[in-house]
């Protein structure tokens, strides 16, 4: 395993992030494909052997469930303070002004929330999940840095937004003097490039790191053109790359795949590694290959001549999960 800071933060995490929304009890979630404690279990296990130390969830991610199967997985295969633990904030937990956006009664009582699902004391990243219109940006900013400086968190991401969004926060973090976002977790794929036109840039200006979700397009750049899985089938997002202008992207990644001798999702994600402001894709594990394909990807350097191929047939289109 490599590491490396986030962004130009002091935090140390592993360059590949084990993402937990493939965890959760799917009597309590809307997430078909999640895995159980009983399931996850090898999935945890192979994470703490390969080193990967960066591990993602959510408070919505499968009604909760998410967080606390991944705190139970901190306490029976690692150590707390081993485990870089990240979650989000934003999405609905419950109706009533608490249970859903960036005011700062939802931040005080989702940190809480989640900090009893988690079985901790604190989280190491907590990120905003979307952007809150109706919040203003300086209540969401104040009132993280309060929960920062409460011992609750110990530093604050976003996720995807655009950028004069993310801008917009970060402008008011540092007037009001409160603390910054030192990570960005955005979608970003072969077959989703529209944050390489701005949120990039203002990311390598501003000194944060990225964390791409979906690195392997919802496993599209997995496998070969057309193949289905229980997670494709049943996943919305995925349904946003079955269109045909995705087709020669996938079979580039699968002739140089096939060239060099390995799986098609080592080479996607090495791509996805080139990116400098790329600090760690997040790869949501459902079988016992997929972290082990991960990990092999920081061996895979690309030629600039396959990265051009790679690259070539991609055509503008609308930036998606904001």
């Known amino acids: 395993m490599d590491y490396t800071r986030l962004g130009s933060s002091g935090l140390q995490v592993s360059r590949i992030a084990l993402g937990c929304m493939s965890f959760g009890d799917t009597s309590r979630g809307a997430h078909e494909w999640a895995l159980g404690d009983e399931a996850a279990a090898p999935m ?29 997985a901190i306490r029976e295969f690692s150590r707390r303070e081993d485990v870089v633990l990240a979650t989000k904030v934003f999405f609905p937990m419950h109706r009533g002004p608490g249970g859903s956006g960036l005011s700062r009664k939802a931040i005080m009582e989702q940190i809480d929330a989640s900090l009893t699902r988690l079985g901790t004391d604190y989280v190491d990243l907590y990120q905003i999940h979307r952007f ?3 919040t203003p940006v300086e209540e969401t900013m104040e009132a993280l840095h309060d929960v920062v400086k409460a011992g609750k968190v110990r530093y604050l991401g976003a996720s995807s937004m655009w950028a004069w969004q993310f801008a917009k926060l970060q402008h008011a973090a540092d007037l009001g003097g409160w603390t910054r976002f030192v990570s960005m977790q955005n979608q970003y794929s072969l077959l989703q490039r529209e944050e390489e036109r701005e949120m990039f840039g203002l990311l390598a200006d501003q000194g944060v790191g990225s964390v791409p979700w979906s690195p392997l397009a919802k496993g599209r750049l ?64 459902t079988k016992d290959h997929h972290l082990a394909d991960a990990v092999a990807a920081l061996d895979v350097h690309l030629t600039e001549e396959e990265a051009a191929a790679l690259e070539e047939h991609y055509t503008l289109r609308l930036p998606s999960g904001y």
Request: glycine share 8%; charged share 20%; no cysteine.
């Open 222 to 285: 997995a496998r070969p053109w057309g193949e289905q899985t229980l997670r494709s089938e049943n996943d919305p997002m995925g349904q946003r790359y079955v269109g045909e202008e995705n087709r020669p992207i996938v079979e580039a990644v699968a002739r140089i795949a096939d060239a060099r001798g390995v799986p098609m999702a080592q080479v996607a994600l090495a791509w996805v590694l080139r990116n400098p402001v790329v600090s760690a894709p997040i790869v949501g594990p």
């Open 44 to 72: 945890f296990r192979q994470a703490v052997d390969l080193g990967i130390t960066f591990w993602d969830t959510a408070n919505v991610y499968s009604a909760g469930t998410s967080e606390e199967i991944t705190g139970r």
């Open 132 to 134: 809150d219109p109706q």
